[in-house]
């Protein structure tokens, strides 16, 4: 009798404990309440990775070209103008990790996948990987239901909000209260109002562009060299691994920008690719750098194109991707 009254204490509450817990609970569920609500907004704002997710729904067992890379490759590579159908999954400040995460997260959903496309840009393998801490990792898992966080993944990972308060914040601003979203993506997840930009605020003026500081990566990074070549040769070797057609491309940047380059970086970025070209014989390159034919008015800035230079680099591209159907 005695142990049973002191066990039934342990879940009895004074008056006071249980007031206290009302109130609590009368605080919490409003906030709930209301992140639930942010969050659902939050879901619904028009992006590129929505917009990717949802042709993957409906797409997917067709799609035959995958492009990976960072904002250059996003920005340079509208899917639209493929002639076989084809995703980009590049974004802003994505690495090779993550391109590799994505390619294999994806795989199962591609089933009829045939080309890859990898970004290999100036300063490629002397930039880090992306951190564990991407905040994408959280978009990649809510609208492709891939895993990049190389863990098991908890409830929180699929919320979009807190992976990125300030972005998300700026953009329900935009969207939901000034209605001044800029972004107009098409149904690949390509964003066809993107002009704005440096060039367009100098109006294409040459000279003023030609005496602009040039925003680029000239850190030279000789410690993470060798782990980035090892980690994209994996990559390469997994594609191979499947029969799938490889390019590797890097896009067109304004005259201004090489000529900021640090040649040692270059000399070691094409000696590497010059070891994979070796060694994969098959695999095919696009190098638009240095083509000049390339517009001012194709350009955003240095090294992004707006939406009329990324219609030729992508039919460039689409072109170099049909090579492979005609060989014997």
């Not at 990792?137 to 609208?143: A, C, R, S």
């Not at 094409?270 to 008015?297: G, H, Q, R």
């Not at 240095?302 to 072109?319: I, Q, S, Y």
């Amino acid at each position: 009798m005695p142990d049973q009254k002191k066990n039934s204490s342990i879940f009895s509450f004074s008056k006071t404990q249980l007031q206290l817990l009302g109130s609590a609970a009368l605080f919490f569920v409003p906030v709930v309440a209301i992140f639930l609500v942010v969050e659902s907004l939050v879901i619904d704002l028009p992006s590129p990775f929505k917009a990717i997710g949802e042709r993957i729904e409906q797409k997917g067992d067709q799609v035959k070209i995958a492009v990976f890379g960072s904002s250059q490759i996003m920005q340079g590579i509208n899917a639209a103008h493929f002639t076989q159908e084809g995703l980009n999954f590049s974004s802003g400040a994505q690495h090779h990790n993550t391109d590799f995460n994505l390619l294999k997260g994806l795989a199962e959903r591609l089933p009829d996948l045939e080309t890859v496309v990898f970004e290999v840009s100036y300063s490629h393998f002397e930039i880090p990987h992306n951190s564990k801490h991407f905040w994408k990792n959280g978009v990649f898992l809510k609208f492709y239901d891939v895993n990049t966080y190389n863990r098991p993944v908890y409830l929180k990972d699929a919320l979009l909000f807190p992976s990125h308060p300030a972005y998300y914040s700026e953009r329900l601003l935009e969207y939901y209260l000034k209605d001044s979203l800029p972004y107009r993506y098409n149904e690949f997840g390509y964003d066809t109002n993107l002009y704005r930009g440096k060039f367009k605020r100098l109006q294409y003026n040459l000279d003023s562009i030609q005496n602009s500081k040039v925003r680029m990566n000239n850190r030279e990074a000789l410690q993470i060299i060798d782990y980035n070549t090892s980690y994209f040769k994996e990559m390469i070797q997994y594609a191979a691994s499947k029969d799938w057609n490889i390019v590797i491309i890097s896009p067109p940047t304004f005259s201004n920008y090489n000529a900021e380059r640090i040649p040692a970086i270059v000399k070691r970025r094409d000696s590497i690719l010059s070891e994979i070209a070796t060694a994969y014989p098959a695999i095919k390159f696009l190098n638009c750098e240095s083509d000049t034919s390339f517009k001012v008015t194709e350009f955003r800035n240095e090294n992004h194109l707006n939406p009329e230079g990324a219609e030729r680099f992508t039919k460039k591209l689409d072109a170099v991707i049909n090579s492979f159907n005609q060989q014997p």
